[in-house]
């Protein structure tokens, strides 16, 4: 059973940066692909980034890419989503996850159904 708490949630003005960070226990942390979902009230759990073992097998949500960065310390057993030049339409709560790093994951990186275990989630809301 592997547990996830995220932290570095907060308010901030659009335009800011902010990192949130996760730190996983009770499993073999290399093994497990690590993500980063976000949920608007209102709207459906969405996608935001996900990594593999290294930096090299990394995905990102359209709405994302070029402006949040995943990364993950296996030694730390840690994932950290740096988020800059942020937006009022990124306020969300913000979960991090984990699936296990296989053909599932692989084909499907995008999916909640590649992961079997999630945080409670940090709020990050950005003022306008």
């Known amino acids: 059973q592997v547990q996830l708490v995220e932290s570095g949630g907060g308010l901030v003005q659009a335009g800011d940066s902010l990192r949130v960070s996760c730190a996983a226990s009770?499993?073999?942390?290399?093994?497990?692909?690590m993500g980063w979902f976000r949920q608007a009230p209102g709207k459906e759990r969405e996608f935001v980034a996900t990594?593999?073992?290294?930096?090299?097998?990394?995905y990102y949500a359209d709405s994302v890419k070029g402006r949040f960065t995943i990364s993950r310390d296996n030694a730390k057993n840690t994932v950290t989503l740096q988020m800059n030049s942020l937006k009022p339409e990124d306020t969300a709560v913000y979960y991090c996850?984990?699936?296990?790093?296989?053909?599932?994951?692989?084909?499907?990186?995008?999916?909640?159904?590649?992961?079997?275990?999630w945080g409670q989630g940090t709020q990050v809301t950005v003022s306008s």
């Open positions: 996850t984990a699936g296990a790093y296989g053909s599932s994951w692989h084909a499907y990186p995008k999916s909640q159904n590649s992961y079997d275990y």
């Open positions: 009770g499993g073999t942390f290399s093994r497990y692909a």
């Open positions: 990594i593999g073992w290294s930096a090299f097998n990394t």
